[in-house]
């Protein structure tokens, strides 16, 4: 009988904590901001019965999950799944990282994400020049574990916007994805309705990474 998928995701999927690590603007530099990601992944694989039928296997991975087998370990209430993006140009995409907050440690590469600005939709205000929300496709790739768990999310990301210093940053989004992934063991999966990545709310400052 074939073995789920979610199983090296880790340790079943806790409470998602509530860390938020905030924006740093690095000095004569791109104004990066920090945000703690939520993440819910409705996988699907191939499985059989003992009578020899196939059907599929369902289980849903969640934050904790990843950050388990990206890591090695479950995260503590100072640890947690950050997406890092270029406020001053969101063509660079972003970085998606596991790391400690205190003191403020990398703990290992996540993946990351890249965003169609050209087919961005924006609305703004003051005549033009406040953008307050928009939607753009964005692309997630995930590999950590030295490459055992790998994924490729699709979906239209929302993000609002807020000010940030003299620039305005994204401040929050949501994305709901579909794609497919794999692990070693068991083997591929797919990424089902019902996934989603939630970007939580910038505070306060960040001194440093990536």
């Known amino acids: 009988m074939t073995s789920n998928p979610g199983i090296c995701f880790g340790i079943a999927a806790a409470a998602l904590f509530a860390l938020a690590v905030p924006s740093r603007a690095?000095?004569?530099?791109?104004?990066?901001?920090?945000?703690?990601?939520?993440?819910?992944?409705?996988?699907?694989?191939?499985?059989?019965?003992?009578?020899?039928n196939l059907k599929p296997d369902n289980f849903t991975a969640?934050?904790?999950?990843?950050?388990?087998?990206?890591?090695?370990?479950p995260p503590t209430k100072t640890q947690g799944?950050?997406?890092?993006?270029?406020?001053?140009?969101?063509?660079?995409?972003g970085t998606i990282l596991a790391i400690e907050t205190q003191p403020l440690t990398s703990l290992a590469a996540v993946g990351t994400m890249a965003i169609d600005t050209d087919l961005l939709v924006a609305t703004t205000k003051d005549a033009g020049m406040t953008r307050t929300s928009a939607i753009a496709p964005v692309e997630i790739s995930i590999s950590c574990n030295g490459g055992a768990t790998t994924a490729e999310f699709f979906g239209v990301m929302s993000l609002k916007f807020s000010?940030?210093?003299?620039?305005?940053?994204?401040?929050?989004?949501?994305?709901?994805?579909?794609?497919?992934?794999?692990?070693?063991?068991?083997g591929d999966f797919i990424v089902n309705s019902g996934s989603s990545i939630a970007v939580k709310k910038r505070a306060g400052g960040i001194s440093t990474i990536p």
């Open 62 to 73: 969640k934050t904790n999950d990843i950050f388990a087998a990206c890591v090695g370990t």
């Open 26 to 52: 690095n000095a004569g530099g791109p104004i990066i901001t920090a945000q703690q990601v939520a993440i819910t992944l409705k996988t699907v694989s191939q499985t059989d019965t003992s009578s020899g």
């Open 81 to 93: 799944i950050y997406l890092f993006l270029n406020c001053s140009d969101l063509s660079v995409g």
């Open 163 to 186: 000010a940030l210093g003299s620039a305005v940053c994204p401040d929050s989004g949501q994305v709901k994805i579909l794609g497919a992934g794999h692990n070693t063991p068991p």
